[in-house]
């Protein structure tokens, strides 16, 4: 059915609303990040500064540690990411090609997973990672956020890998391709979309992760951004300026991935799109 004129400026005017509902906060961060002490603890609410200061970001970026906490978290985030996909394209393959007994239970199993808060599995963590000598260490944070993120991953890759047709598969394995051969020229390569969308997920998950990291590294050298954030807020005073830079750069690298994968999430999309 189309829509009358009216109709379709009324959902433009509401989809333009939503979306500076959700960019507002974005833009208060940004728009704080650049104003002095006096105008952020102004009570006027200014929605555009009179003046600019970047002094906030220099004491942001000069803070001790910075690029200690910057690498740590690139570390374990993208290893992380690396981890959980990998192990979740391996468990998807067999889960979306092989009929076996328990296979339906085991689905169902990765879902459960993904209802369990948390919270709840932080001392079960704890304990394994302490009996393994592990705690203090960044490996331990790899492979939490790894098992954090891989039922998703799992579900996600399971349902891309099973949308796939097996046709193409046997029709290149019978063109004198190996099965590893054909799943490597043949569906992976169609598993884009899926890998793209899993290691967003993945990254965004890995990247804004404070309470592991916080209680497992004790050390500060081995902490992450998360925890470089909290340390402008202390018992006396909170730097509310330098807080909104600081979360400023913190958004960075996470923009920064996003835009290189976005690409290839949009154009592997459009493409199993297409038919022939």
């Known amino acids: 059915m189309k829509k009358s004129r009216a109709q379709r400026t009324a959902l433009t005017v509401i989809g333009i609303g939503v979306a500076l509902f959700f960019i507002f906060p974005t833009y208060w961060m940004v728009t704080t990040s650049l104003k002095t002490p006096g105008q952020v ?19 942001a970026l000069t803070k001790p540690g910075f690029l200690t906490y910057l690498a740590n978290s690139l570390i374990v985030t993208l290893c992380g990411v690396v981890c959980a996909v990998v192990t979740g394209a391996l468990a998807a393959v067999p889960l979306a090609r092989q009929r076996f007994a328990g296979r339906k239970g085991f689905l169902v199993l990765i879902l459960i997973v ?41 579900w996600m890759l399971y349902g891309f890998v099973d949308g796939i047709p097996y046709d193409l598969e046997e029709a290149a394995m019978i063109d004198g391709c190996g099965r590893l051969g054909a799943f490597y020229r043949v569906t992976l390569p169609l598993l884009g979309p899926g890998l793209v969308t899993t290691s967003v997920f993945s990254f965004v998950t890995a990247w804004n992760e404070f309470l592991f990291a916080v209680v497992f590294m004790r050390d500060q050298s081995k902490q992450t951004l998360p925890v470089w954030l909290s340390t402008f807020k202390t018992a006396f005073s909170v730097d509310w300026g330098a807080i909104m830079a600081a979360s400023v750069v913190y958004a960075v690298p996470a923009l920064v991935f996003f835009l290189i994968v976005q690409r290839k999430l949009v154009s592997g999309a459009t493409a199993g799109a297409v038919k022939g």
């Not at 102004?42 to 970001?57: E, K, M």
């Not at 001392?123 to 944070?141: C, F, H, K, Q, T």
């Open 41 to 59: 603890l102004s009570p006027s609410y200014d929605l555009v500064p009179t003046t600019a200061t970047v002094q906030n970001f220099v004491t």
């Open 114 to 154: 993904q209802l369990v808060p948390t919270s709840a599995l932080f001392l079960p963590m704890y304990l394994v990672m302490r009996d393994a000598g592990l705690l203090n260490e960044l490996p331990s944070l790899i492979l939490v956020y790894a098992a954090l993120t891989l039922p998703f991953t799992v």
